[in-house]
């Protein structure tokens, strides 16, 4: 609590994570809240979660799509793909495609996956999927660290 009363972001939000696995979604929303206004990209994250669903809050798809935009630019590869997702869906191809080098380049295997499938269909050249291929291989061997490793191993016991 010390460090939710300094303003520590990312303690603010792991409160709302407990808050919402204890199934306290209007509380895991207001850390989410103080969280992603302290700038922490992981909580606009949730934030977008929350909306999605509907859980503490009402649904709202325009509050998606804001709080991954502030996640993406805040560096969060995930919200960056989902961005890229949405794109695909409603046909604006050329931004799904920004969107997914962008996400692949911090490390995202799933855009990875996308603009594969896009250079098949002809939508992405040869030189951007290999631009973005070494750039994704470049940030997955920058994460890479026996610690990192054992923590996986470990979270992947965690239901």
Not at 52 to 69: F, M, Q, R, T
Not at 117 to 125: A, L, T, W
Request: with cysteine.
């Amino acid at each position: 609590m010390k460090r939710i009363a300094a303003n520590d972001p990312v303690a603010t939000r792991r409160k709302g994570i407990q808050q919402y696995l204890k199934g306290d979604y209007r509380s895991a929303f207001e850390y989410y809240t103080k969280a992603a206004e302290l700038g922490d990209a992981d909580a606009q994250y949730e934030l977008s979660r929350l909306y999605e669903v509907g859980k503490g809050v009402e649904k709202d798809e325009w509050k998606v799509i804001h709080c991954l935009e502030e996640a993406a630019i805040g560096g969060h590869p995930i919200a960056r793909n989902r961005l890229g997702r949405i794109e695909w869906n409603i046909g604006n191809t050329e931004r799904a495609v920004k969107h997914c080098i962008i996400a692949a380049k911090l490390g995202d295997d799933d855009s990875t996956k996308m603009l594969m499938h896009m250079f098949r269909n002809g939508q992405v050249s040869k030189d951007d999927l290999a631009s973005a291929l070494r750039a994704h291989q470049a940030a997955v061997d920058a994460t890479k660290s026996p610690q990192r490793e054992a923590i996986e191993r470990v979270e992947a016991y965690i239901p």
